[in-house]
């Protein structure tokens, strides 16, 4: 028997996109699913639309807007899957997604698969500038990753998304994984201590997923208010990995993983274009040494070097 997939959809004032996304869900060739839609509370028609497709979804209604984080994790709670599958309610997937990325899991029974997305924007045009979700640079097709390599390849082809895998359940359960609440960019906290956390992982070298981006989206707004928020909530999500890489649960290979993610947030906190005081709050955040600061400052050198 065909193992249960749970699809966990957060949805958030997105009446113009959602239908394009329940229907391919609801269309997948792989029918042992659970569709867990957790509406935010929209005030627009989106919820409306969601109770068109109340025969094949479950629909979760929300009374107060808690955020993406929050909405997540109550679908991690309900969901009975073997596997977990996360999709943002302004995106859609091929049809063949689910079937292909659980047949690579139970044949080589591992953890985690990976796979490709493409991004568009909703006026058409190609979104060159955006984020690269072709991970086919580092990884191999169909190929399995265990202990220090694993944890070098995901390294090497970090994304936050949690659109861009499918896990299974007990791994979430076993290591306590859960999104921050909250803040923006809670998949960055999420996704950092899964791939620390996984013992095996697979890739499909195949896009399934298609992102959008549209305006006044978080992934595309850049008002000041915004900009603030950004930072803070990265700075949340920096402090919390911090509690995790200092854990004596962490071995070597797991701290060192954190370690280059925290760095790599810290470089971002710097960069971001936010007030001086906002940027003195850096100055406590003890797990970047004098070295790791050195380092980064080498890097960006190097970085600049190799572009001329």
Not at 48 to 70: F, M, P, R
Not at 128 to 152: I, Q, R
Request: proline share 3%.
């Amino acid at each position: 028997m065909t193992p249960l997939v749970s699809i966990i959809v957060p949805t958030y004032n997105v009446e113009r996109y959602v239908e394009e996304c329940m229907d391919s869900l609801i269309n997948q060739t792989y029918k042992n699913k659970e569709i867990i839609v957790l509406d935010d509370a929209s005030t627009d028609a989106t919820v409306y639309l969601l109770k068109q497709y109340k025969e094949e979804i479950q629909l979760i209604e929300n009374e107060e807007n808690k955020g993406q984080g929050a909405r997540r994790n109550e679908g991690i709670k309900r969901a009975k899957g073997k596997y977990i599958y996360f999709v943002d309610s302004d995106d859609w997937i091929e049809s063949d997604t689910i079937e292909k990325m659980v047949k690579q899991a139970e044949a080589e029974n591992v953890d985690l698969v990976r796979f490709n997305g493409s991004a568009f924007y909703e006026g058409g045009s190609d979104p060159k500038e955006e984020g690269n979700y072709n991970f086919s640079h580092v990884l191999k097709d169909k190929a399995v990753y265990t202990g220090e390599e694993l944890l070098e390849k995901n390294r090497k082809s970090y994304s936050a998304s949690p659109c861009l895998y499918l896990v299974k359940k007990e791994v979430i359960d076993q290591h306590n994984l859960f999104f921050l609440e909250g803040v923006l960019h809670e998949d960055e906290y999420f996704t950092t201590r899964l791939f620390a956390s996984v013992e095996s992982m697979s890739y499909l070298n195949e896009a399934f997923y298609h992102r959008r981006y549209r305006l006044a989206s978080t992934m595309t707004e850049s008002t000041n208010t915004h900009k603030l928020k950004s930072f803070d909530s990265y700075l949340k999500v920096f402090k919390a990995l911090e509690i995790e890489y200092e854990s004596e649960k962490m071995n070597p290979l797991q701290k060192a993983f954190i370690k280059r993610q925290l760095l790599s947030i810290y470089n971002g906190l710097k960069e971001s274009p936010v007030p001086p005081e906002n940027k003195r709050q850096l100055r406590d955040l003890k797990s970047v040494t004098l070295k790791d600061k050195l380092y980064l400052i080498l890097a960006k050198i190097n970085h600049r070097m190799n572009k001329k």
